[in-house]
């Protein structure tokens, strides 16, 4: 504290701390030392407290002048103070003797008011308990006088009254015995209450076995007054519970024994909604007086009702599940899903409307809340009936992903079986017949995995070999090496270093492979259509974070479409492997016409028309089934690649029927004997070489009038007008070589 009021004086700015450092309470040397020698030299820090140093000698000197006479007279004024201190001695003690005396004083007064209260609150206690043990006694002494003269007047009065007046009494009676209650709880442990004790049961018995009757009575003779009695009498003694076990016992439970019985259910059609209407009925045609009574009805009067009964909630539901959970326990057997579901939909609709029927908000809040409803929802064995839904899609699905690549079934959108199976295995979670609300969270997480599961089968279908046949002739497994498996696993039993077996390479054919690419586009198209199948079922529960879901489908489609640059790039190959196939034979033209005397062309090759069959078999067969934009994509892309490999096979045709000719003409010139010979038997003829040219240039030009027949422009096919260009000039060559 004295540090931290001392005034140091200002140093200069210059300084490398801060003086206030110097003040605090945990002021460290060496703490302080080190913290200066991150900033500055030890030489430094020396020096600047060096100068501190004769700054706070100075303002010591400059305090002591400044206060001189003070320290001066500081011992005078001081002289004489020990005597002074030693007359104040005496008093002080003596001051001190009086004080303690008169502590000890008050202390034992304290002490002995102490005493006095305690002793008082304890004959205030032990009279509380008298008062209490003598309320007690005279409310069984009042009691059992009423009963005593109600059983003699009962002798007397007249039968039509006496239901009435024993309301009347009970309530009486009720009033009494809660405050009988009371006084008893609040004298447990006293040896006088163990005493009445036994009249005090006799009497509990009375009023119960006599409340029971009246009730009974009421109910029998549909007495309101008499019934809103007992349920008040009820009330006041804080046994409405009990009154509301006794209807459940008496009146619900031998109504449920007749309508649930499990064969009558199981016997005819529709029987479980017979039974779950007959159960309804029991409240609008047994209960309509007690819910008037006690306000469950909205035709009940507010100032008649007697408040504090839920008949519904606590004496005829617990019935209702009591009695479904041991007479008809085959209801909540998941063995087969599809009567499961049934079951579980009209039952869910049988609580609802069961709901509909409780007067109030806080009626429906406290059956939701009730031990019998949740023992209800907890039956219904779920995560096993999603276990056989979940095997079964998953076993019908994983049939269709195989090797074998099966044509959908006629009439369905998509063209392969595999696409087919997980569309509508994707449908089948949402649809009708399989969906429950409880199960959304796990049918979403399935949903998605469909969704990936079939993503990873395009993926492995993308690694498969092309082959050239027939999709209808690939149904079964190629096997590299031989197409006898027997014969492959019999040269691998054979050779001693090889494997014991052959792994099959499955191929897939070009068709096979459109249509994946078809599938493919066609799902992705169907996915927002599947967001409006699920958005209905997931308000059904009060899901609303409906985004997160169409992110989701989106962010799905957008993995499927990732697919379609690849898939594209193998058809557009295979297109085009299968159209060369074909034109690389213009390699046999110049044999066509090499020394065969054949006839000047007219038309174009056959090979053309065979190489174009592929791209037309496309256009024909699956227009239905893509855009033709698609195809249109596919075709460019195919004829682009075939075309540049087509133009290199011409030129390099080309070049060798001039470089022929070239030499047959120096051969020629070699073995002319006069210099004006005749031309021979060709001389005005076409020669072979031009027949050459001019068959390749109608190929080109009919290759490019079959392109426009297809709705493509010869301008997108590149390499085609350089190939054009290429068999133009060929032709005007073969042209001018005419007479």
């Known amino acids: 504290m004295e540090r931290s009021r001392m005034n140091l004086p200002r140093g200069p700015d210059t300084l490398c701390f801060d003086k206030d450092e110097f003040t605090k309470e945990d002021f460290d040397v060496d703490h302080f030392v080190s913290d200066c020698r991150k900033r500055v030299q030890l030489e430094e820090l020396r020096g600047d407290l060096e100068l501190y140093y004769k700054l706070l000698k100075t303002a010591m000197v400059e305090l002591i002048n400044k206060d001189y006479a003070d320290f001066v007279n500081l011992s005078t004024n001081l002289v004489g103070m020990d005597k002074a201190l030693n007359q104040l001695s005496v008093p002080l003690g003596q001051l001190r003797e009086e004080v303690l005396s008169l502590r000890s004083s008050v202390s034992e007064g304290i002490r002995a008011v102490d005493e006095r209260m305690s002793k008082q609150e304890d004959i205030r206690k032990k009279k509380m308990c008298v008062l209490r043990l003598i309320q007690v006694i005279r409310s069984v002494e009042k009691i059992e006088k009423i009963l005593n003269s109600q059983t003699s007047k009962e002798t007397s009065a007249l039968e039509t009254s006496r239901p009435l007046l024993t309301g009347q009494i009970l309530e009486r009676i009720a009033t009494e015995f809660n405050q009988l209650q009371f006084h008893a709880i609040q004298s447990k442990g006293m040896p006088l209450l163990d005493k009445i004790r036994p009249r005090i049961a006799g009497i509990t018995a009375m009023l119960q076995q006599s409340l029971e009757g009246l009730l009974l009575e009421g109910l029998q003779t549909s007495n309101v007054d008499i019934i809103r009695h007992c349920l008040r009498t009820y009330a006041t003694i804080d046994k409405t519970r009990d009154a509301e076990a006794l209807l459940g016992q008496v009146l619900v439970k031998p109504y449920m024994d007749e309508v649930i019985v499990e064969h009558v259910v199981m016997s005819q059609p529709g029987g479980l909604q017979v039974m779950y209407h007959k159960l309804l009925e029991f409240v609008p045609h047994h209960c309509r007086l007690l819910r008037e009574v006690t306000g469950g009805s909205t035709s009940s009067e507010k100032g008649s009702t007697v408040p504090g009964y839920d008949f519904l909630v606590n004496s005829v539901w617990p019935e209702i599940v009591q009695g479904l959970e041991d007479k008809l326990p085959s209801l909540f057997n998941p063995g087969n899903p599809d009567t499961f579901h049934e079951k579980y939909t009209v039952s869910m609709d049988f609580v609802r409307r069961f709901e509909r029927q409780c007067g109030s908000q806080a009626s429906v809040k406290r059956l939701r809340a009730h031990p019998a409803y949740n023992s209800f929802n907890n039956k219904w064995n779920l995560p096993v009936y999603f276990q056989i839904r979940f095997r079964e899609i998953a076993a019908s699905l994983e049939a269709a992903l195989t090797d074998v690549l099966e044509d959908a079934p006629a009439g369905s959108s998509y063209c392969l079986l595999a696409s087919h199976r997980t569309w509508s295995s994707l449908q089948r979670c949402w649809s009708d017949k399989m969906f429950l609300p409880p199960l ?73 492979l459109v249509y994946v690419a078809a599938d493919l586009l066609k799902l992705q198209e169907e996915l927002p259509e599947l967001l409006e199948i699920i958005k209905p079922k997931l308000e059904m529960i009060g899901f609303k974070n409906v985004s997160s879901i169409s992110e989701a489908l ?181 042209g001018a070589e005419q007479p």
């Open 554 to 734: 989106e962010d799905t489609r957008a993995s499927l479409s990732a697919y379609m640059p690849a898939l594209s790039d193998r058809i557009v190959r295979d297109l085009s492997e299968s159209c060369f196939g074909f034109l690389k034979s213009a390699l046999d033209v110049p044999r066509l016409y090499r020394r065969t005397n054949k006839e000047v062309p007219t038309t174009a090759s056959s090979y053309v028309d065979s190489a174009l069959k592929p791209f037309y078999q496309l256009q024909s067969a699956h227009q239905d089934k893509l855009k033709q934009a698609v195809i249109q994509q596919w075709l460019e892309g195919a004829l682009s690649d075939s075309t540049q490999k087509y133009h290199e096979t011409v030129s390099d045709v080309l070049n060798a029927v001039r470089r022929m000719e070239e030499s047959l003409k120096r051969l020629k010139h070699a073995r002319r004997p006069a210099p004006a010979a005749p031309a021979g038997p060709c001389a005005g003829r076409m020669s072979d070489d031009d027949k050459i040219r001019l068959q390749l240039a109608l190929d080109v030009e009919y290759l490019g009038e079959q392109i426009q027949k297809m709705g493509l422009q010869t301008k997108d096919v590149k390499s085609f007008a350089a190939l054009s260009e290429l068999v133009a000039a060929a032709k005007e060559q073969a």
């Open 440 to 512: 959304a969270p796990r049918l979403w997480r399935l949903t998605l995995q469909i969704a990936a599961r079939y993503s990873v089968f395009v993926s492995e279908l993308l690694l498969r070999p092309i082959s050239n046949e027939n999709a209808k002739d690939i149904k079964k497994p190629l096997v590299t090496g031989s197409k006898d498996p027997s014969a492959t696993q019999g040269n691998s039993e054979d050779q001693g270093s090889g494997p014991s077996e052959t792994k099959p390479v499955v191929s897939m054919s070009g068709t096979q």
